[in-house]
């Protein structure tokens, strides 16, 4: 972990690669090394239908963002609890917080919209899940933890500092 991280206990990864009917959403639990939550999740509009093809930093966008996030402080909003995010990777998702880029409960992430459409409605851009599991998977990654939206875009992939890890070599 990187030096502050102390707190860091949980990360959720999306994968943003697999269609919005599958659950494509897991958040583990680091010190324990188990699995807490696995779950289908919500993308942007302008990101694809039930596939994902889009993604962007840009404010109207209505597209998800992909990289590093830091989940922050919780609220009550128009979507009901809800839970900010603070995007660490320059020029693909720092802009999350401004854009309202926050974890949510939405009616259309369910079975039942999965089998009416053949995936998950959209978001403007957030990871929207089930309603019915929304303040459990909420509280669980609040206040510090991390989220990882994964997609294999060549752009984020060569141009993102998150990913761009230099190791020393040695000898």
């Known amino acids: 972990t990187q030096e502050g991280d ?10 943003y690669s697999k269609p919005s009917s599958d659950q494509r959403m897991w958040v583990f639990d680091l010190s324990a090394a188990k699995l807490l939550h696995l779950e289908r999740v919500a993308h942007g509009r302008g ?11 840009r404010p109207g ?5 992909l990289g590093l996030f830091r989940t922050r402080e919780t609220y009550m909003g128009g979507n009901g609890y809800s839970l900010r995010l603070e995007g660490l990777d320059p020029g693909f998702n720092d802009r999350a917080r401004e854009r309202a880029i926050v974890i949510h409960g939405a009616s259309y992430v369910s079975d039942a919209t999965v089998k009416v459409r053949g995936g998950v409605g959209r978001s403007h851009g957030c990871p929207a899940v089930r309603e019915e599991i929304a303040r459990t998977l909420i509280d669980t990654i609040k206040e510090g933890q991390y989220l990882f939206a994964y997609f294999p875009d060549g752009q984020w992939l ?5 990913l761009s890890c230099k190791v020393p070599r040695s000898g």
Request: hydrophobic share 25%; no cysteine; net charge negative.
């Open 47 to 57: 990101t694809g239908e039930n596939l994902s093809e889009h993604f962007s930093n």
């Open 158 to 162: 060569n141009k993102s500092t998150i």
């Open 61 to 65: 966008s209505h597209q998800s963002s």
């Open 6 to 15: 102390d707190g860091v206990r949980r990360l959720a990864v999306i994968d």
